[in-house]
């Protein structure tokens, strides 16, 4: 297996060398990056199997960076470093698709066990998709499965990472309805007490791209006190 390459992007050397100095412990290839600037180059520069991003840097900060990285079609995990008291960041980078959060001061073992966790997460994903190529038609709405597109008609979407497996989720379980914390759990792979209004935000912006009246939504819809649904029927299923 190839060694898994993880960017650090702290601006506090004596952290970042101790969060490098257990990962590689662990087997890791580490890259620090000690502000936003390099963090930035270095992050766009290459595929990286992790990166590991502190909020607070001078130059561009953690949560500009994230909403870079998540604006690209190439899914990268993000780990995000917060403080105790940034209950704010934790909640927009949460929102802006970063996959997990350690708080500072933090111990390193839970950060060691956090990132295996991201690990294992990504490969049951990966090990999932791979034999289901599949291209599922819901009204107006096509997935396809094996290259990640979404057809809206002919007009082809340009959704997130998340987003697109937030429809995904949805068009895969057509009249079912999910709670918030469901949906974390299923999509995000993390239920986080509070962090249910990351599901509004990303319905929101996913019923701006997919909707033809984002006000009126009809494929995914609004169950009133419980969660949400996908409307639509599916009209075919083809491997």
């Known amino acids: ?23 590689r412990d662990e087997g890791y290839a580490v890259t620090i990056a000690s502000d936003g600037h390099a963090g930035k180059r270095h992050a766009f520069a290459r595929h990286w199997d992790l990166v590991i991003l502190d909020l607070r840097l001078p130059g561009p900060d953690g949560l500009s960076i994230c909403k870079a990285l998540r604006a690209e079609s190439n ?34 073992t839970e950060l060691v066990a956090r990132v295996k966790s991201l690990f294992r997460r990504v490969d049951a994903l990966s090990q999932a998709r791979e034999p289901q190529a599949e291209s599922l038609d819901l009204g107006d709405l096509r997935i ?21 497996d937030l429809l995904l989720h949805f068009a895969r379980h057509p009249g079912r309805v999910f709670s918030r914390a469901q949906l974390l759990d299923s999509v995000w792979g993390f239920g986080h007490e509070g962090y249910e209004h ?10 701006g791209k997919i909707e033809p ?18 409307e639509a029927p599916v009209q075919g299923v083809r491997a």
């Not at 008291?85 to 390193?108: Q, W």
């Not at 057809?151 to 697109?164: D, K, S």
Request: aromatic residues 6%; charged residues 25%.
């Open 144 to 164: 396809d499965t094996a290259s990640r597109e979404v057809h809206v008609g002919a007009t082809r979407v340009e959704l997130t990472a998340r987003e697109f």
């Open 198 to 207: 990351t599901v509004n935000s990303h319905i929101n912006r996913l019923r």
């Open 75 to 108: 899914y990268v995990p993000v780990l995000m470093l917060t403080s105790k008291s940034a209950e704010l960041d934790r909640v927009l980078g949460l929102e802006l698709g970063a996959d997990d959060y350690v708080t500072k001061p933090f111990s390193v």
């Open 1 to 23: 297996m190839n060694q898994r390459q993880i960017l650090v992007v702290e601006d506090e050397h004596d952290i970042a060398q101790l969060v490098a100095l257990h990962l």
């Open 213 to 230: 009246d984002s006000e009126h939504p009809r494929y995914i819809v609004t169950v009133w006190g419980v969660g949400y649904k996908m």
